[in-house]
């Protein structure tokens, strides 16, 4: 069982900025970021995958989000800049074998940290 702890969410005004951090337990193949608004599905964000350190991003963040990684601490980072009101969700740390574009494909998630952006 991996275990993932997510960090780093908060208020913030639109057009800040805030640092998402996911601390795993253990390695798995890939790593990624989900957010769910009130009312809304689960949609997909941004994923990495370990060994090769591809990245992945939905449209809706391309150019504002950042996705990293740090082998050592086997730690995912999801960078958020020119935030938007619409980002506003709860955001959560998901992990799996395959790489982690759809909620289907993750095996393991974390609790999911607020992010609120204010206008």
């Known amino acids: 069982q991996v275990q993932l702890v997510e960090s780093g969410g908060g208020l913030v005004q639109a057009g800040g900025s805030l640092r998402l951090s996911c601390a795993a337990s253990?390695?798995?193949?890939?790593m990624g970021w989900f957010r769910q608004a009130p009312g809304k599905e689960r949609e997909f964000v941004a994923a990495?995958?370990?060994?090769?350190?591809?990245?992945y991003y939905a449209d809706s963040v391309k150019g504002r989000f950042t996705i990293s990684r740090d082998s050592a601490k086997n730690t995912v980072y999801l960078q958020m800049n020119s935030l938007k009101p619409e980002d506003t969700a709860v955001y959560y740390c998901?992990?799996?074998?395959?790489?982690?574009?759809?909620?289907?494909?993750?095996?393991?998630w974390g609790r999911g940290t607020q992010v609120t952006v204010s206008s």
């Open positions: 253990s390695r798995t193949s890939a």
């Open positions: 990495i995958s370990w060994m090769a350190g591809s990245t």
């Open positions: 998901a992990a799996g074998w395959t790489v982690v574009t759809a909620r289907t494909k993750a095996d393991y």
